[in-house]
């Protein structure tokens, strides 16, 4: 079954503004991932935030994680071109063995 | 140097053919992964190989058979192609353990005519 969804599915946003995604999921995890995807091209990795962080920070990107609410988000600060992609969050559950079921996706354009 | 690499690139052929496709990672990690990938950007585990011993196995037709001939090879094999079986196939690969992210290949882009 689906396990991650993303919200939205779509989002077009000037250069220079943030830009947050969320995923909800269904069941327990291990830890949660987040991956880009440009268009043509294999997946990205790029945050990984285990069940017991809420928050997580890697350059321009900063990702939450809610255990209770069973929902994560990703924002992307300062957002620039090169941004645009495709924006997946994959959960990983626990003793799951890196067994990754991915979310829906977020189409995520940058305009400049 | 490209860490996941498939081949090939595109796979356009028949109903009914029999196709393969290879998979190397030059990481040195132990587990490989495939995942389907269909039109509308949903991605689903299909197997996962652990130092070549078949770890994950998820709900695929038998058509489809995995081959590991070494840590740094998985390969996938797929009999009397059906046309739902369009879609872009992922390669990937990490070390091995929880918490580890996956590198992924650029795909293989598999057409059934």
């Known amino acids: 079954s689906q396990q991650g969804e993303e919200d939205p599915q779509a989002l077009s946003i000037q250069e220079g503004e943030n830009a947050t995604m969320n995923c909800s999921y269904k069941?327990?995890?291990?830890?949660l991932q987040w991956y880009r995807q440009n268009s043509g091209r294999g997946l990205v990795h790029l945050i990984l935030?285990?069940?017991?962080?809420r928050e997580k920070h890697s350059g321009r990107l900063r990702v939450t994680l809610d255990t209770s609410k069973k929902s994560s988000s990703l924002l992307i600060t300062a957002s620039r071109a090169a941004d645009t992609a495709s924006y997946f969050c994959?959960?990983?559950?626990?003793?799951?063995?890196?067994?990754?079921?991915f979310g829906t996706g977020t189409q995520l354009k940058v305009e400049l | 140097d490209t860490a996941v690499s498939q081949t090939p690139k595109y796979l356009v052929t028949q109903m009914g053919n029999d196709k393969s496709i290879k998979c190397e990672q030059n990481?040195?990690?132990?587990?490989m992964y495939w995942y389907k990938q269909d039109s509308k950007k949903f991605l689903k585990i299909m197997f996962s190989?652990?130092?070549?011993?078949?770890?994950i196995n998820e709900t695929v037709p038998n058509r489809f058979s995995p081959k590991s001939p070494d840590k740094a090879h998985l390969n996938l094999h797929i009999n009397s192609l059906e046309l739902g079986d369009s879609a872009v196939y992922f390669c990937?690969?990490?070390?091995?353990?929880?918490?580890?992210?996956?590198?992924f290949g650029d795909g293989t882009r598999l057409s059934i005519l």
């Open positions: 935030i285990r069940s017991n962080e």
């Open positions: 994959a959960t990983d559950p626990p003793g799951g063995g890196n067994k990754l079921t």
């Open positions: 990481l040195g990690h132990d587990t």
């Open positions: 069941t327990s995890i291990n830890n």
């Open positions: 190989y652990n130092n070549k011993e078949l770890i």
């Open positions: 990937a690969s990490s070390r091995a353990g929880g918490d580890q992210p996956q590198h």
